[in-house]
T-cell receptor, first 115, second 112 residues
């Protein structure tokens, strides 16, 4: 059983640029969620995708967007990068509609630095 | 709004000591609670998941308890080892069918 994999591991961007982060879900999982973790903080929920549609969103502006593909892999896109977007971005997969009985499985994250 | 607090923020103990990490949450209507471990610069590793109907879960040297009515959970680590050094995060899930977790800021543990 393969785990959750994210790419790239590290990324440096300039303020105002756009970035795309990628995530491959754990085998058999049909839901993916994204979290942002600033230094010294707990992860904050960005959004979740199920069957290629967003079905939950945290308190993040529209410049944070995503996609989920038929193979359940996912992308997180951030436009007009700001310095405060510097963080570890974590992807998690799960099997939704299991009545929440299964734990979330996280990838190792992408460390984004905005300069 | 659900808020999760973890105390202490940092803890340093000698090897072999038993220790307790605390987690509290403001809304007791949780679906489950999950404890994670995070090594520096890495992702999250799930340690234990406690459903709202359960009181505790055990895995090896780890034991997590849940008191939903008082909004508290504890993670007990027995006979701590240097390899246990990491940040420990607790997270609560409010509704079924969604993966949304609300996290605390974590407890940074150093075992020397």
């Amino acid at each position: 059983e393969t785990g959750v994999t994210q790419s790239p591991t590290h990324l440096i961007k300039t303020r105002g640029q756009q970035v795309t982060l990628r995530c491959s879900s754990q085998s058999g999982h049909n839901t993916v969620s994204w979290y942002q973790q600033a230094l010294g903080q707990g992860p904050q929920f960005i959004f979740q995708y199920y069957r290629e549609e967003e079905n939950g969103r945290g308190n993040f502006p529209p410049r944070f967007s995503g996609l989920q593909f038929p193979n359940y892999s996912s992308e997180l896109n951030v436009n007009a990068l700001e310095l405060d977007d510097s963080a570890l971005y974590l992807c998690a997969s799960s099997l939704v509609l299991d009545r929440g009985n299964s734990p979330l499985h996280f990838g190792n994250g992408t460390r984004l630095t905005v300069t | 709004k659900q808020e999760v607090t973890q105390i202490p923020a940092a803890l340093s103990v000698p090897e072999g000591e038993n220790l307790v990490l605390n987690c509290s949450f403001t809304d007791s209507a949780i679906y489950n609670l999950q404890w994670f471990r995070q090594d520096p610069g890495k992702g999250l590793t799930s340690l234990l998941l406690i459903q709202s109907s359960q009181r505790e879960q055990t895995s090896g040297r780890l034991n997590a308890s849940l008191d939903k009515s008082s909004g508290r959970s504890t993670l007990y680590i027995a006979a701590s080892q240097p390899g246990d050094s990491a940040t420990y995060l607790c997270a609560v899930r409010l509704t079924s069918g969604y993966s949304t977790l609300t996290f605390g800021k974590g407890t940074m543990l150093l075992v020397s």
